[in-house]
């Protein structure tokens, strides 16, 4: 995961059993990973933050169902209604 390639289904499961924390230290490691080389050697001090993003949570539980309806070789899943 750290090595920035596609991440697999089975990667994908693993990382949705992991603790909140946990993840948000593996996508800093990432990150460090990615931008080290950026902004002239510095780009592992600079960090951006969206604030006040508003996020469409039918959208996301959308994109879940696919991601599990992948993992679990099921053809259909329930839609969603809001």
């Not at 960090?47 to 993992?71: F, K, S």
């Not at 679990?72 to 329930?78: A, C, I, L, Q, V």
């Amino acid at each position: 995961m750290l090595a920035g390639e596609r991440v697999s289904p089975g990667e994908a499961l693993e990382l949705y059993r992991r603790p909140l924390a946990e993840l948000g230290q593996l996508a800093n490691a990432r990150r460090d990973l990615a931008k080290e080389k950026s902004y002239d050697g510095h780009g592992r001090e600079i960090v951006t933050y969206i604030i006040d993003r508003n996020i469409n949570l039918h959208e996301c539980l959308q994109r879940l169902l696919q991601i599990l309806r992948v993992l679990t070789g099921r053809k259909k899943t329930r839609t969603i209604t809001s």
